[in-house]
């Protein structure tokens, strides 16, 4: 199984430190976002994540590398030359999300400890063609 992470958007709500450094690398907790997320895919068995990259790849691509030999995750960039929304990324990394038959996409601006393996146990168990996991 494997897990795309939406990491394109500009972060303008969070301007100016959007402005120099990407919204998934703005610490929270003493960690990037993306890092907190990274690491509880990784903590659910999660060993393949995609990230969908439009706005200063380069950043992400850099702090993200150390990621994988810190949480024993592979990860692979999708980048976008402008931002897609939420549907152009998926279509974009299609060929890696196909490899599975199921898969997680996430915003990377969500930090939350979701249940990820009851998660996908109910979508399995319910043969459900989607499952979306919101909080009311």
């Known amino acids: 199984m494997n897990a795309l992470i939406l990491v394109g958007g500009y972060g303008t709500r969070l ?3 959007t402005l120099t450094t990407p919204k998934p690398l703005i610490n929270f907790c003493n960690k990037p976002i993306i890092e907190h997320q990274i690491l509880h ?3 659910c068995g999660i060993k393949e994540i995609i990230l969908a990259i439009a706005y200063k790849p380069t950043n992400i691509t850099n702090f993200v590398k150390e990621m994988e030999k810190k949480y024993n995750v592979q990860i692979i960039f999708s980048v976008e030359d402008e931002p897609l929304g939420t549907g152009g990324p998926l279509k974009l ?5 196909n490899k599975y038959d199921d898969f ?3 915003n990377s ?3 939350c ?4 393996i009851e998660m996908m146990n109910f979508h399995k168990q ?3 063609p989607l499952t979306i996991l919101n909080r009311f």
């Open 109 to 111: 601006d969500i930090i």
């Open 104 to 106: 997680f996409v996430f």
């Open 15 to 17: 301007r100016p430190l």
């Open 126 to 128: 319910n043969k459900a």
């Open 41 to 43: 895919l990784a903590k």
């Open 113 to 116: 400890t979701f249940p990820l």
């Open 93 to 97: 990394a299609e060929n890696y999300l």
